[in-house]
């Protein structure tokens, strides 16, 4: 009628273990979640980015690149949007990490958030027969969350000009 010291011993080591096993699992789980939730929302962030990127370039004309008069590092490339202003996007390093800016006058502005660390923004461009095709390559990593600072996920995309276009200095 009743349980043995021993038996409450072993039962409450089982039960131990069975909790220390679950807990484990847990926090790996929400680890894991966390770590997905950071890249999607990197990931997206990036996203908007190149789109308003891209929604620039389709409408830009007269284009340098980098290593051009305007744009004298190789991570920049320039260009007139429609209304005839400059327009200038580069990489530029922002507290120890590297975001991607636009400059349209004298604004001179991030597009990428602070969770969002660019590592390296190249720009190919075909300046063939019209139109011209420019292909954007950044490699992106989430900021803030140790867990998947060292992921790096390439994004490329290429945008082609709506207008007949030119490339300055190709």
Known sequence: AGFTAVELLVAFAIFAIVISLS???FLT????????TELITANSNTYLAIEQLARDVRDGRNFTFGGQAGCPQQDCFQFLNRRNVPIRYYLRPSGGYHALHRVQGTSDKAITAENINIRRFRVAHNCGPNPIRITLNLEVSARGY???ADIVNTIQTTVATRNLATCLGS
């Open 23 to 25: 807990t484990t699992i």
């Open 146 to 148: 140790i867990h998947v």
């Open 29 to 36: 789980a929400y680890r894991s979640q966390r770590s997905i």
